[in-house]
């Protein structure tokens, strides 16, 4: 079953001679539970293509279907809502709020939604990312690694259809960024979470079902890693 489906999907910034052709044309399928790791160079749009992916920009032309849904059809309070409850997004930066402690940070958007929190869900979470002794605690009070793991911890509360991380590793130190990649394939592999990331690192590429490369806004090679 695809979870996910990119049909000519393109993306251009400007017009006339200035225009710059992001992405061009490109179509690929995720299945349910797939672990797709994202690469390319610098500038070859890759992340144009996760922010379009994620509902956060909108294509030139084309069609994302999300479990179904066709987003790009939605309007926009409709996009933000089926972001909040069907994406869930982690950043390179974290893009925790700061003056909210852990255990907010991560039900932010089950709270915005105005949905009850599972407790057990959520307890669940937080022992699963190690963080039982840092639920009070605010962002600045944290490290780089526990901080990325409340952001895992915020993009999973919702039970998303899909998980997409920009980078997830590129702020963190080796340990860390080890720790981070199992803790993801622990979601992925144990919970059956469909996976999609962008990274300029060949270690969590290689540990991917599937590497898709981007050049020049499109895509190079799509190649099954393990089935």
Not at 28 to 41: C, D, N, Q, R, T
């Amino acid at each position: 079953m695809n979870i996910l489906q990119i049909e000519n999907l393109s993306k251009v910034y400007g017009k006339g001679e200035t225009a710059v052709k992001a992405l061009d044309n490109v179509s690929f399928s995720v299945k349910k539970g797939e672990f797709v790791a994202i690469i390319g160079p610098s500038g070859s749009g890759k992340s144009t293509l996760l922010h379009l992916l994620g509902g956060v920009d909108r294509p030139t032309s084309g069609k994302v279907l999300i479990d179904n849904t066709d987003i790009y059809k939605l309007n926009e309070t409709q996009l933000a809502i089926f972001r909040r409850r069907q994406i869930g997004l982690i950043y390179q930066f974290y893009n925790l709020i700061p003056i909210l402690t852990v255990e907010e940070n991560i039900t932010l958007p089950m709270l915005l939604d105005e949905h009850k929190v599972e407790p057990e869900h959520l307890k669940n979470i937080i022992r699963t990312l190690g963080l039982e002794k840092r639920t009070n605690h605010l962002p600045n009070q944290l490290s780089g690694g526990q901080q990325q793991r409340v952001s895992i911890g915020r993009a999973l509360i919702s039970n998303p259809a899909i998980m997409l991380a920009d980078e997830p590793t590129g702020n963190l130190d080796s340990k860390n960024s080890d720790e981070i990649l199992e803790l993801l394939k622990m979601f992925n592999k144990t919970y059956n979470q469909t996976l999609i990331v962008i990274t300029h690192d060949e270690r969590i590429a290689l540990q991917a079902d599937r590497v898709i490369s981007i050049e020049d806004g499109r895509i190079a090679k799509d190649e099954v890693i393990r089935s």
